[in-house]
């Protein structure tokens, strides 16, 4: 499975962006989706995961109210809205795939090449 990121970019506090993940290669909808993200020198930290047919999702408390996570089977692709966002969410965004219901990075199998998001104050 191979996995596209993209939709990261410079945007002010308090502002939007909609971060995409396209998949390729395999049965999306075999595969639970999460998006993560990572500081130079920090740990990558968990975002948000939605299970296989967007039935349930779930949420790392620095991103719940503010970002929504979905996905569209039909168009083998994930997505992340993010919103009112802040100076501190500014980080690499990946987008990963995993065949089990997880937050723990270490259990998402394929992984796409990240996306950066800058949020400016």
């Known amino acids: 499975v191979q996995l596209q990121a993209f939709g990261g970019g410079l945007v002010q506090a308090g502002g939007s962006l909609r971060l995409s993940c396209a998949a390729s290669g395999g049965t999306f909808s075999g595969f639970v989706m999460g998006w993560f993200r990572q500081v130079p020198g920090k740990e990558r930290e968990f975002v948000a995961a939605i299970k296989w047919s967007g039935e349930s999702t779930y949420y790392a408390d620095s991103a719940k109210g503010r970002f929504t996570i979905s996905r569209d089977n039909a168009k083998n692709t994930a997505y992340l809205q993010m919103s009112t966002l802040k100076p501190e969410d500014t980080a690499v965004y990946y987008c990963?795939?995993?065949?089990?219901?997880?937050?723990?990075?270490?259990?998402?199998?394929?992984w796409g090449q990240g996306t950066k998001v800058t949020v400016s104050s």
């Open positions: 990963a795939a995993a065949y089990g219901w997880t937050d723990r990075d270490t259990r998402y199998r394929y």
